[in-house]
Structures are given as structure tokens and as C-alpha cells.
């Protein structure tokens, strides 16, 4: 079993929808979690960053750790044809010394 | 903000050629990485280094090595490169923070390396 797994997709939603982005992750001692975006042929830029559970908000992005389940999940909201990219999901190891990634969901925000 | 620049966007070279990329970053940070990035694959780490001339294996390290002589600057080594290692290529550094607040992974822009 991978320590991260997301679903590839993609996914097509027209402008304006809600997006639901998720991953879902096997070791309970995780901690942190990010969510990147890529564009692509460019590296992943970090969008998102939230400790243990709850959510956390950032404009249109809310991001939500549900340990219990350990189900992460990125909202956008109102979403935009510019947020069309692809989005990763990672948490690191216990000693920081290695990140672990999902394998990316690619979003498709058609205008 | 956290700057790690790759020194090529793109670079095709031939088989059996020595590779060199070159990352740098700009803050500091102590741990630096390099992964490939295939579709289907997703991001699969070759190599890591906490420190200047420290490094460690990643999952994917054969056919590849590193130096990194300055704590700033990060380089991958192809030996002798094959037509497998035609993949994008991303650098990533990150601060040792043991409280793990500030452990975030910053990514250059990649470098998408085709070999012939």
C-alpha cells in the first residue's frame, strides 16, 4: 500500500463549480499535510499547508484533514479556468527527511 | 520568498553522454532533493541531502549521483546517459525544522531532459 494515494483523474467541472481534490493516507503518525499545484511543464508550487486535523482557508482554497479517516481533502471554490492544473497532495515522513507524494490529480476548469 | 532555480529548462543530450543539472536555492535550507517526475509515476525520488557532503539514497538512485559541496547547490549526475532517464527532472530543498511548522518542500521549475 502506497503512503499516499489521489486519484488521477482528470477531472472537468465548468467555471464557477465547487471542486472537490482528495487523497487519502495509510500512517496515522502523519502530521502535516500540503497540497501543491503544477501547471504544466512547470514545477509544483505550494498552495496549502495545514497541522493534524480541522480546515484551513486561503481565498477560494480550504483545505481538510480528517484524521479519523485519514482523508485529506482541497475545496476550491468558484473555480476559475486558471486553476486548471494539476494538484498533489504530500505528507512528510516522521524525521523530515523524505516527502511522501500522491500521484497527482489533474483539474480541468472549463471557461 | 524561497527561490530554487534549475539551471535548464530543457536539455537533450545523447546516449552515453555525462549529465550535469544544477540546482541552487536561496534561503538556506539545509535538506535538498531531487525527483523525477513521469506520467503515471508521479514524483519518485532519486536522491537527498541534509547537508553539505552528506547524502542519501532515494527510491530510484541507480544510473544517478550527486555532490553538494556548497550548502546552497545541489547537483544531479548522470554518468552515462540512457534513453530511460528522458523524464522531467525537479529539484526541491526544504529547512530542518524538527518541529515540522516550517518543513515544507519548495520546488524549482524543472528541467525536462530528453536523451537521444
Known sequence: ?111 | DVKVTQSSRYLVKRTGEKVFLECVQDMDHENMFWYRQDPGLGLRLIYFSYDVKMKEKGDIPEGYSVSREKKERFSLILESASTNQTSMYLCASSLDDRLGAKNIQYFGAGTRLSVL
Open chain 1, 1 to 111: 500500500q502506497k503512503e499516499v494515494e489521489q486519484d488521477p483523474g482528470p477531472l472537468s467541472v465548468p467555471e464557477g463549480a465547487i471542486v472537490s481534490l482528495n487523497c487519502t493516507y495509510s500512517n496515522s503518525a502523519f502530521q502535516y499535510f500540503m497540497w501543491y499545484r503544477q501547471y504544466s511543464r512547470k514545477g509544483p508550487e505550494l498552495l496549502m499547508y495545514t497541522y493534524s486535523s480541522g480546515n484551513k482557508e486561503d481565498g477560494r482554497f480550504t483545505a481538510q484533514v480528517d484524521k479519523s479517516s485519514k482523508y485529506i481533502s482541497l475545496f476550491i471554490r468558484d473555480s476559475q479556468p486558471s486553476d486548471s492544473a494539476t494538484y498533489l497532495c504530500a505528507t512528510p515522513k516522521y524525521n523530515f527527511n523524505k516527502f511522501y507524494f500522491g500521484s497527482g490529480t489533474k483539474l480541468n476548469v472549463k471557461p
